[in-house]
Each structure stands twice: as structure tokens, then as C-alpha cells.
């Protein structure tokens, strides 16, 4: 649930409802507001059919910001806490996917190791890799496909140029500065 606070930033907290009790975080995020945010312009990608983005992310805090931000912008989102999850989601998919954003520190493996794993299963997808350590511990010397790596906290102009660019939606790359 979002709500807009005197300061014009966004704040999050996790809907109970809807998680199971082992998933519900209760911490809140604070979320700056986008004022010149405005949805796609119909393009090349959205005239054929809206594109599915995998989130695999460990904090179900992140899990829910990213699925809210990414459904605004007119992407589908299905979200997996694990790589073990992030398998059986592109199971009940059966491969629909067009883009991943992926932790690279996972419990139960890394993101290049997902991405591996996934496109052996379906073929390389482009992928946004996120963590909260800083990229000398990255390992993504054989991460397959397109790719874009950013250090958490992700701001959230930057993860949606850079999900725009993935996507084919954008053909320019966002600025990695």
C-alpha cells in the first residue's frame, strides 16, 4: 500500500493479506515520488503485448516495491524470494518471460547463477543484477545475454531507464554514471 507523505516521497508497507506469515515484513520504504512519471508512450514493445519481468530478490520488502513500480509502468510482474522459487515460477510461465531482475547474493545461489540456470532452461534473457555489496565482490564474468549490474538502493529512475532499455522499449542505454 502507498502513501504519499507531506515531503512527496512514497511510503510502503507490506499488505499482510496477501503473504504468507513467513514472507510479511514490517518494516516500511520510503520511496521518492516520480513528479514527471508518466506511463509509456505506446511503442514497438507495447503494441504487441505487455512484457513479463521476473523479479528474484530476497527481501520481500524490495519484492513488493519493485512489483509496484515495474505494474505502473506497464510491465507484468511475478516475483521469486529464491532460486529454487525463481524455477518454478518460469515452470508456471512456461518460459514467458522477457526480462530478469535478479539479486546477486540469492540463499540458495547467486544471480549469474539463476541467469545460468534459467537460460539453460529457456534461452538468455536481458537482466538487471542488483546488490547490496559494492561491485568488488561481483562476479558476472559469464553472465549470459544483455546485462546491467547496479548497487543497491536502486534509484528508481535508473531501474526503470535501465528495465526500459532491457526491455527494447528504449533504444538508448541509461546513463551508468
Request: aromatic content about 8%; overall charge negative.
Amino acid at each position: 500500500m502507498y502513501t504519499t507523505a507531506p515531503d512527496r516521497t512514497f511510503a510502503w508497507e507490506p499488505s499482510r493479506p496477501s503473504a504468507p506469515p513467513s514472507l510479511v515484513d514490517t518494516r516500511s520504504v520510503t520511496l521518492p515520488t516520480l513528479p514527471n512519471f508518466r506511463p509509456p508512450a505506446p511503442g514497438r514493445a507495447s503494441q504487441s503485448r505487455s512484457q513479463r519481468v521476473l523479479v528474484v530478490d530476497d527481501d520481500p520488502a524490495i519484492c513488493q516495491a519493485y512489483y509496484e513500480i515495474l505494474r505502473a509502468r506497464g510491465f507484468l510482474v511475478s516475483v521469486a524470494m529464491c532460486r529454487a522459487e525463481a524455477m518454478e515460477e518460469i515452470e508456471r510461465l512456461r518460459g514467458a518471460v522477457d526480462v530478469l531482475v535478479l539479486d546477486i547474493s540469492l540463499p540458495d545461489a547467486d544471480g549469474s547463477e539463476v541467469s545460468r540456470d534459467i537460460t539453460a532452461r529457456i534461452g538468455a534473457r536481458p537482466t538487471l543484477y542488483v546488490s547490496g555489496w559494492c561491485d568488488d565482490f561481483w562476479d558476472l564474468s559469464d553472465a549470459p545475454g544483455r546485462w546491467i549490474a547496479i548497487q543497491k538502493p536502486v534509484p528508481i529512475p535508473r531501474l526503470l531507464e535501465s528495465l526500459d532499455w532491457l526491455s527494447g522499449r528504449s533504444d538508448s542505454p541509461p546513463d551508468q554514471s
